[in-house]
């Protein structure tokens, strides 16, 4: 990571249960958690996503959006 630049990268996934799936392989990685799998109201009921830091010190963000399927 470039010191004193924040990275997030968002990935998309096909499921509720694709998030989940990929939250845990991540935390089993190393990874350490920023959110957990769940609505993300403040965006909207049916953004659903999670999120982590990675051992490098990049936000990855899993994310299900209902409306984009």
Do not use: C, N
């Not at 989940?20 to 392989?25: E, L, N």
């Amino acid at each position: 990571m470039v010191e004193g630049r924040a990275v997030h990268v968002g990935f998309v996934a096909d499921s509720t249960s694709q998030v989940d799936a990929t939250y845990a392989a991540a935390i089993a990685a190393g990874a350490s958690k920023i959110h957990p799998p769940g609505p993300q109201l403040h965006y909207d009921p049916r953004y659903y996503a999670a999120q982590v830091r990675d051992p490098d010190g990049y936000s990855l963000e899993f994310v299900y959006k209902e409306w984009q399927h």
